[in-house]
């Protein structure tokens, strides 16, 4: 049993992905145009201007707080946060303090290993600094100022966190939700995602409670002791190894009675694996935050909010347990499918177009639902294994994704019918596929361009099977001498000749039965 309990909470930056910035019309594009090109005597916090916000950040905003189930603060203002820093040209930040657009929400997340509910403090909306840049003399630094002013939604958690596999999740989880909604791309890698994490440690309560006649021991296990700050995180796999790292820090400390007393803030450094002291937060830093004097206030009305409402998609969490329970998936299947919305809702286009294929078919019988029934477990899953393995497997070779494919799902589910059918086997379905991907075409029209369809002629594959047997003694003779792979060998000559239209099964059933 450990001894001490990790407690982490997170402070998430999301950028929200507008045609403008915050409070100025510049292009929120500044990763793509050469150094302080976006910019203008707004955002460069210039006398004399004066902030027009953007409401469209605002919905964005408010969009992300209800799909946290957040409550939603209807009066709210934007303040002023006041401190110096090179990458921030007004020498103040225009923020929430007061009162953020939502508060009190929760975040769900689950995993074969893992299952929690952390709870959200505040999401609220703020405009992006400037970016410092550290290049060639290390004296100097550059400030490019194309980020300033960006929209910037933060969202802070509460301390639910335990582990720094959890830490990970949740940020996934969280740019998956972004995605969903389509307010943000949260790509860590371009700092749309950014996130500062608030670790520390107290004694694990069942470890607590079993020693608490050690008079030695007066830890209460529900206090939360000073909290470190972790920075430079820069990715998914950054974010659990910087925790993992200061998990073990601290508790060496705890081990040696040196238990921190004071606030820190860490930078993580990747390269070296560690995190490294920046500074010591003697006390809380005073920004001297006031409402914002040249924005006015927000009132929310209702038409604003049905309206954000509306808005909101169903949302991974859910749609993961729908998926299970309505289409009988695997979890491994569901999190490839879920894990992009595009590529969900193709799935679920080409479901139901499958089942349309299903009813239409001459050889079934029974009312549409009953056919469904009968079918459908098997169906869905030889669908999704197709998706998932050959699909996708095609659309990563040629770095494309979904809504990129030539492929319709009308034309897939056709496809995936046909396999269904047994009038394609799965090699010539490969292939059928390979030229639906290239060219757009329906299955059945290259079905008959390519003259690819299963052969059904027992009499031509009869044919065929006895000329394998008679130009293949030496291989015959090897397996009726009890060597099972001369088998194999026989069946991939039968594939051959039929340009792989034959059904191996049933090449296999009756080269057995010749060869008795």
């Not at 990790?6 to 793509?32: A, R, W, Y």
């Not at 830490?167 to 998956?176: D, G, K, M, T, V």
């Not at 820069?234 to 009675?257: C, G, H, M, P």
């Not at 604003?304 to 309505?326: G, N, Q, T, W």
């Amino acid at each position: 049993m450990n001894k001490y309990e990790p407690v982490i909470g997170l402070e998430i930056h999301v950028q929200l992905k507008t045609k403008s910035k915050m409070f100025c019309s510049c292009l929120n594009s500044g990763d793509d145009r050469p150094p302080n090109t976006t910019i203008c005597p707004v955002c460069m916090g210039h006398p004399g201007v004066l902030p027009v916000t953007n409401k469209l950040a605002v919905k964005y905003a408010v969009m992300a707080a209800l799909a946290l189930d957040c409550k939603i603060n209807k009066k709210s203002h934007f303040d002023r946060k006041s401190y110096y820093y090179p990458d921030l040209p007004k020498n103040y930040q225009i923020s929430q303090y007061s009162l953020p657009f939502g508060h009190d929400g929760h975040l769900l997340f689950e995993t074969k290993e893992l299952k929690r509910r952390v709870r959200i403090e505040r999401v609220h909306l703020e405009e992006d600094t400037g970016k410092l840049l550290h290049e060639g003399d290390k004296s100097a630094s550059y400030v490019d100022y194309n980020r300033a002013g960006i929209p910037l939604m933060e969202v802070v958690t509460r301390p639910d966190i335990q582990t720094p596999a959890g830490a990970r999740i949740l940020l996934q989880e969280l740019r998956l939700i972004m995605r969903y909604l389509e307010i943000s791309d949260a790509d860590m890698e371009k700092g749309q995602l950014r996130c500062d994490a608030n670790v520390s440690l107290r004694p694990n309560p069942e470890y607590f409670l079993e020693k608490a006649k050690d008079a030695s021991i007066g830890l209460d296990p529900k206090k939360l002791y000073p909290k470190t700050e972790v920075k430079n995180l820069n990715s998914f796999k950054s974010v659990e190894k910087a925790l993992a790292y200061e998990i073990q820090r601290q508790t060496e400390l705890w081990d040696k009675d040196q238990a921190p007393t004071q606030q820190a803030t860490m930078g993580w450094d990747d390269k070296k694996g560690q995190t490294v002291l920046q500074r010591i937060k003697e006390e809380q830093h005073d920004y001297r935050y006031f409402p914002e004097p040249d924005l006015p206030p927000y009132e929310f009305d209702k038409k604003f909010l049905d309206s954000a409402k509306s808005e909101i998609v169903e949302m991974p969490y859910d749609r993961r347990k729908r998926f299970k329970i309505e289409y009988g998936l695997g979890d491994y299947d569901i999190d490839i499918l879920v894990g992009d919305k595009k590529m969900a809702h193709f799935f679920e286009e080409m479901i139901s177009e499958l089942k349309a294929w299903l009813v239409a078919l001459e050889q079934v019988e029974g009312s549409e639902e009953e056919i469904w029934a009968k079918h459908k477990k098997k169906l869905v899953k030889k669908a999704a294994n197709w998706m998932i393995s050959r699909l996708l497997g095609l659309l990563n070779e040629k770095k494309l994704g979904i809504t990129d494919s030539k492929i319709t799902p009308e034309n897939f589910a056709e496809l995936i019918t046909l396999v269904y059918e047994n009038k394609l086997n799965n090699q010539t379905a490969v292939a059928v596929m390979g030229k639906m991907f290239m060219t757009g075409k329906d299955p059945s029209n290259i079905m008959e361009e390519e003259d690819l369809g299963q052969l059904t002629d027992d009499k031509g594959l009869d044919a065929v099977i006895d000329s394998v047997i008679s130009n293949n003694k030496k291989v015959v003779d090897e397996y009726k001498s009890g060597k099972e792979p001369a088998l194999k060998f026989l069946i991939g000559q039968v594939m051959k000749q039929t340009k792989g239209r034959a059904d191996a099964k049933k090449v296999e059933e009756v080269l057995k039965y010749k060869l008795k």
